[in-house]
């Protein structure tokens, strides 16, 4: 579907010089003399190699058509993360680095959305609260109010985050997928 130079937003992925384009920054430029511009940065989706591109507000680019199904994680081996369809009980198997970090959030069963383009897996979505347990915290210390009030801390899954001096270890908390940061205490 092609779009015009000035709908890029952070996230799309773009069809460009005949390879798929995830966008990372845009930013809108109106210089005094000429035409105005946008000022793309984009990494490649199977190179992972970066490229800046500046298209002309009169352009247009082609936007990506992807496909999303819904899927249910099962587990993982060395390599992959294996998931099934609900409806058809197919099962796929995701590379870990296309996931990232934020597969250590996945627990079994847990629904998750997966982006396909030409029939490949190329990202998977979460959902946007998780529940995780705190493993181990430090002390929060009385008075400390003067530097910032949040403490490391270790997830159940491995990940570390900050919390409030209020969490202790063994507490439940939700956790933003998407910025692997706490919302709040269950």
Same mark, same amino acid.
């Given at each position: 579907? !092609?779009?015009?130079?000035? &709908? /890029?937003? /952070?996230?799309? +992925? +773009? &069809?460009?010089?005949?390879? +798929?384009?995830?966008?990372? =920054?845009?930013?809108?430029? !109106?210089?005094? =003399?000429?035409?105005?511009?946008?000022?793309? &940065?984009? !990494?490649?989706?199977? =190179?992972?190699? !970066?490229?800046? &591109?500046?298209?002309?507000?009169?352009?247009t680019v082609e936007k990506a058509s992807l496909e999303e199904t819904d899927f249910n994680y099962l587990y993982d081996d060395e390599n992959n993360y294996i998931f099934m369809n609900p409806e058809t009980y197919d099962q796929i198997e995701i590379k870990k680095d296309i996931v990232g970090k934020k597969g250590k959030l996945m627990t079994e069963n847990l629904e998750v959305s997966v982006s396909f383009y030409n029939d490949n897996p190329i990202s998977v979505e979460l959902p946007n609260q998780v529940t995780c347990k705190i493993e181990t915290t430090d002390v929060a210390l009385k008075g400390q109010t003067v530097s910032s009030s949040y403490k490391p801390a270790t997830l159940d899954n491995g990940l570390n985050i900050l919390v409030p001096p209020f969490i202790e270890s063994g507490d439940e908390v939700i956790i933003d997928t998407r910025t692997l940061e706490y919302i709040k205490k269950i």
């Open positions: 579907m !092609k779009i015009n130079a000035g &709908e /890029i937003r /952070i996230g799309m +992925l +773009l &069809e460009y010089k005949n390879d +798929l384009w995830q966008v990372l =920054k845009t930013q809108h430029v !109106k210089p005094g =003399k000429g035409g105005a511009f946008a000022q793309v &940065e984009m !990494k490649s989706v199977g =190179k992972n190699t !970066k490229l800046n &591109e500046r298209f002309r507000s009169s352009e």
